[in-house]
Every structure is written in structure tokens, then in C-alpha cells.
């Protein structure tokens, strides 16, 4: 009867082990689908290729417990390119995101044409099968001379092995996940990779080939709109030479600036941060600012001096001194000729010495004018009326020998401009390239990350007292992207060194400006102090300025600024 109960005993505890075992094994199952859920859940938020590579083979490893891994990516030369080894026992970490290169050769698919099947890795790659074993040293069919030879230098034991293809929604083979050394989760010890391991990792590899394959497509389309962009920006510079580096410098600075505040941790800013999605985004915003400048007529933006149209008018005026001149040569001989006739020799030297005042008078007034036309910082009131006068005072016969008017209305428009080259209705004409910015970037139906770009690159000309264009937006109605951008712009083209009509201005000479802008309301103050305080100006400076242009700043003598 004790032998009986004792053989019930003992079989009950056999069934309750058992139990017990498949209860865990459930539960096993469960966390690892868990963790197969949540990882398909990263992978499709990762952004940063090398990142994604290195996060699937890390969760490989973690869900089927392997100690080892290789993930290989397959190329356009029909080879496996090795892209990420890691050994846990080891410490062997190669590739991703470890700044180590994996000095390995990529492995051959074809040899002579011929498949090779002898790799275990090519094998899955090219059949598109999963091959589970459990030990290389004993295994047939595959080569693992390399693994051997790796074990010898290392003192490691490869042995059970997984590969699993990474097959992506297309049913294309684009890499293979190889798993190395499963271990036992209570003993520690080499053990075989599971059919649950099997299937878990395959699923893996399913998930991370189509994760991977958006990445990819997703990168692709990102480095085609930058082109685009970039090809938008090349037809500006081609058009005109004096814009297209503004282009390209205003994004940099920009960057520059909000990195500068994103890593500021007091004051008014300190509460600014960025992601990698809004560096991005302020980036495309950078580089669109002035896609309007593809509508703005060339003789416009490139207008050095106040006559130029398509060429610089100041010849004509140099031609018409010509034929006053000759005019009034012909006008003194037949004066004299008669004079001298008549025996008034002494009235005809008199009108020699009035004719030798008009021409130095003519003279004087031709560099006048020519100096008039090169434009500067401010126009005084007298010189304006002198250009009047002049065009009042002369005449001259034009070609079909009607007398004429010496300068044109328009002429005198433009030789009468205050500052700089242009009129009130060019400047009009480059004002309106933000209007059109705007209207361009409006149209683009932006996906939700960029969805911020038309309002960061159209602001760039607005001003915090509400007095800029095209909006007239004041500060509380900006981003802190747009209002950046608004310094870069500003700040870029006092240093410039390509305009037409200018020389690129110093450090010093630039910050001063600056500080006067943040004083009358240009610029937002706080993002002022941040670009001297941070010394962004030098930074940007040191990648674009030349040697002459980096003087010495005192920041103490900055106006508006305080130390």
C-alpha cells in the first residue's frame, strides 16, 4: 500500500514538474513576444540607419539569448557586406554606431557565376531559407573555415548557428541576421537555437527588413527633395553669382544659432530644445528661405551701381558729355572765326577762356555723376539737387539731331537714390522674392514633420516691432526657427563678400550693426545675446569669412549688448 501511494506520489510530481516546466516555458514565450512587439514598435521610429542596423541585432541577440551576431547587408555587387559583429563573451563590438569599421571582406554570392551555397550566410541570402545548426564543427555542407580560424585567434567556441534571411515586403532578400551560441537561460551553457527561437527571430528579421526598407526608401526620397533643393539654389546662383552662396550660408548659420540656444539652460531661451526631426526640419527651412529669388529679374538682383539695367547706362551719359563737348568746340571756332574776322581778336580769347570754364565744368560734373551712379550708404540733399540741376541745366542733340532732354526721367529716378542701387519699385521687386517664397512653399503639400518650413523660411524678413514684410508678424507671433533665421539672413549678407555693391564688412563692423538693429526693434534681443555670447559669429566666421574680415571684437562696445 506505501509502495502504491509512494508510486502516485511520485507520478503527480512528475506531472506537477511538468506542468511546472510547460508553465514557464508559456511564460518564457509570452515576455519574448512582448519584447518582439515592443521592438517592432523602436524600429519603425528610428531614424538613423547605422542606429536601426545596430538595434535590430541587438534585440536578435536578446530574444533568442545568442552571446553572438553579424548582420549583413546585401549590395548592389552581389555580395554580403558585413555591417555589425557583436560577441557578448568578448567584449568584440564592430560596426553600427561604434566608430569601428568591421575589417572584413564581404562575402562573395556568386562565385563564377555560380551560386555559393558553401557560405551558410550566402545560402540564406539566396535561397531565402533559414538554417538552423547546432554545431559548425560538425555540421556538412557549409564552409567554416572562417569561423574556425576566428575561434583559433580568439580562443572562442562558435557553435550553434542561425541565420535567417531579412526578406522585406517586396519578397526581396535585402540582408541576413546570423545568430551565434545560444545560451540556456537558467544554466548558462551552449545549447541549440530552439524552433520557438527559430520562429521568433525569423519574425524579427521579417519586421526589420521592412523597417529597414522604409528607412532606406525613406532616406532616398529625403536625399532627392535636398537635391531638388540644391538644384533650385545651383539655378539661383546661376542666374545671379551674387545670391547663390547666401543660399547656401544662411541654412549654416541658422543651425549655428538654434544650436546655440538649443544648448542654452538660462535665461528666456532656456526652455528651447530640438529633436533630430526639428533639426531637420529648420534645415529644409534654411535651405528654401529664398526659392522666391528664382521669379526675381536678373537685372534687378544683380544691379551694382544706380544706372545698370541690363548693362550700366553711365557710358550713354559719358557719350552726351562727348557731344556737349564737341558742341560747344564747334560753337567757340565759328565764335572766333568771326570774331577774328571782325579784328575783335581780344573778344575771342574771352570766349576761349569761357569756353575752357565750361569744359572744366563739364568735367566736374561728368565724375559727379559717375560718382553718384556707384552708390552708398546716404545720399545728401545737395547732391541730389545737383543731379537735377545737371539734367535741367544741359542739352545736347540726339542721334536723329533733335535737341534733347540730357538726362531721362528715369535717369534722374535712379541717380537720386538715397542708399544703395536700386529704387523704390526694384526694391519692391526683391522685396516680393518672400511673397513668392512664400506662395511656393505653400502650395507643397508637407508631410507633419516638415509641416513648419513655409512659416521658419517665410519670416526671415519680418521684424519683431511688427515694421518688417511681407506680414508684418511681431515677435510674439514668430518661432524662435523663423526669428533665427531672421539674424542669419541679416548677418550673412552684412558679411558677405559677393554682393555687387558692397565690400563684405568686418566682425566688429557687422556686430555694431547688429546691436543697432536689436535696439530699434529689428531682431529678437534674447537671440542677440546668444549669438555674441555663444560666439557664433566667430564660429560662422572661421567657415566662411577671410583673414581681413575677423578683426577683433570687444563685445563690451556692442550696442545693446551686455556682457
Not at 144 to 157: E, H, L, M, V
Not at 324 to 343: P, S
Not at 389 to 414: C, K, M
Not at 527 to 543: C, G, H, I, N, S
Request: some cysteine; aromatic content about 8%; charged content about 30%.
Amino acid at each position: 500500500m506505501a509502495m502504491k501511494r509512494s508510486s502516485v506520489d511520485t507520478t503527480q510530481g512528475l506531472l506537477f514538474s511538468a506542468d511546472a516546466a510547460r508553465e514557464s516555458n508559456a511564460e518564457d514565450l509570452v515576455q519574448r513576444l512582448e519584447q518582439l512587439h515592443a521592438i517592432g514598435a523602436s524600429l519603425s521610429a528610428e531614424r538613423d540607419i547605422d542606429r536601426l542596423l545596430e538595434t535590430i541585432l541587438t534585440a536578435a541577440k536578446t530574444i533568442t539569448r545568442a552571446d553572438g551576431g553579424t548582420l549583413y547587408r546585401v549590395t548592389e555587387e552581389r555580395t554580403l557586406r558585413f555591417e555589425i559583429v557583436r560577441t557578448s563573451s568578448l567584449k568584440y563590438y564592430l560596426g553600427g554606431t561604434t566608430g569601428q569599421p568591421v575589417p572584413f571582406y564581404p562575402i562573395q554570392l556568386y562565385k563564377e557565376d555560380k551560386p555559393n551555397h558553401s557560405m551558410v550566410a550566402a545560402y540564406a541570402a539566396l535561397t531565402g531559407q533559414t538554417v538552423n545548426i547546432a554545431d559548425a564543427y560538425t555540421a556538412e555542407g557549409f564552409d567554416f573555415t572562417g569561423t574556425r580560424a576566428f575561434d583559433a585567434k580568439t580562443g572562442y567556441r562558435s557553435k550553434s548557428f542561425l541565420t535567417v534571411p531579412m526578406k522585406n515586403h517586396e519578397n526581396e532578400i535585402i540582408g541576413v541576421l546570423q545568430l551565434i551560441n545560444a545560451t540556456g537561460p537558467k544554466s548558462g551553457e551552449i545549447v541549440s537555437f530552439s524552433p520557438a527561437d527559430q520562429r521568433l527571430a525569423e519574425s524579427l528579421a521579417s519586421q526589420a527588413a521592412i523597417a529597414l526598407t522604409n528607412r532606406m526608401l525613406i532616406n532616398q526620397l529625403e536625399q532627392l527633395f535636398e537635391s531638388f533643393i540644391n538644384m533650385i539654389n545651383s539655378a539661383i546662383d546661376e542666374k545671379s553669382p551674387y545670391t547663390g552662396g547666401h543660399c547656401q550660408r544662411v541654412p549654416v548659420l541658422t543651425m549655428l544659432l538654434a544650436e546655440a540656444v538649443n544648448d542654452t539652460s538660462d535665461g528666456p531661451l532656456s526652455a528651447f530644445r530640438m529633436t533630430d526631426k526639428d533639426r531637420y526640419e529648420l534645415k529644409i527651412a534654411g535651405l528654401l528661405h529664398d526659392c522666391g529669388k528664382v521669379t526675381t529679374p536678373v537685372h534687378v538682383v544683380d544691379k551694382s551701381t544706380k544706372l545698370e539695367t541690363i548693362y550700366d547706362r553711365i557710358h550713354l551719359l559719358d557719350t552726351r558729355f562727348e557731344v556737349v563737348k564737341r558742341d560747344l568746340e564747334i560753337a567757340l571756332l565759328k565764335t572766333q572765326q568771326a570774331l577774328i574776322g571782325q579784328g575783335k581778336r581780344m573778344e575771342a580769347a574771352e570766349e576761349e577762356r569761357r569756353y575752357r570754364d565750361r569744359l572744366r565744368q563739364l568735367n566736374d560734373d561728368r565724375n559727379f555723376l559717375r560718382g553718384c551712379n556707384i552708390g552708398g550708404e546716404r545720399m545728401r540733399d545737395e547732391d541730389i539737387e545737383r543731379v537735377r540741376r545737371i539734367a535741367r541745366h544741359y542739352r545736347w542733340r540726339d542721334a536723329s539731331g533733335h535737341e534733347a532732354d540730357f538726362l531721362s526721367d528715369d535717369e534722374v529716378l535712379n541717380l537720386t537714390i538715397r542708399a544703395g542701387t536700386l529704387t523704390e519699385d526694384e526694391r519692391k521687386i526683391i522685396n516680393h522674392h518672400i511673397v513668392a517664397t512664400i506662395k511656393m512653399l505653400d502650395a507643397l503639400p508637407w508631410p507633419k514633420h516638415l509641416a513648419n518650413v513655409p512659416e521658419y523660411a517665410g519670416g526671415h524678413h519680418e521684424r519683431m516691432d511688427g515694421k518688417g514684410y511681407p506680414k508684418g508678424l511681431t515677435r510674439e507671433q514668430m518661432s524662435v526657427q523663423a526669428r533665427c533665421m531672421g539674424i542669419a539672413d541679416i548677418f550673412e549678407a552684412l558679411t558677405a563678400k559677393d554682393r555687387p555693391y558692397k565690400k563684405g564688412k568686418t566682425l566688429s563692423e557687422s556686430l555694431e550693426i547688429l546691436g543697432k538693429f536689436r535696439l530699434n526693434g529689428h531682431i529678437d534681443p534674447d537671440l542677440f545675446d546668444v549669438f555674441v555670447r555663444r560666439k557664433v559669429y566667430l564660429r560662422y566666421a572661421e567657415l566662411f569669412l577671410d583673414r581681413e574680415q575677423i578683426d577683433s571684437v570687444d563685445e563690451a562696445r556692442i550696442p545693446g549688448y551686455q556682457t
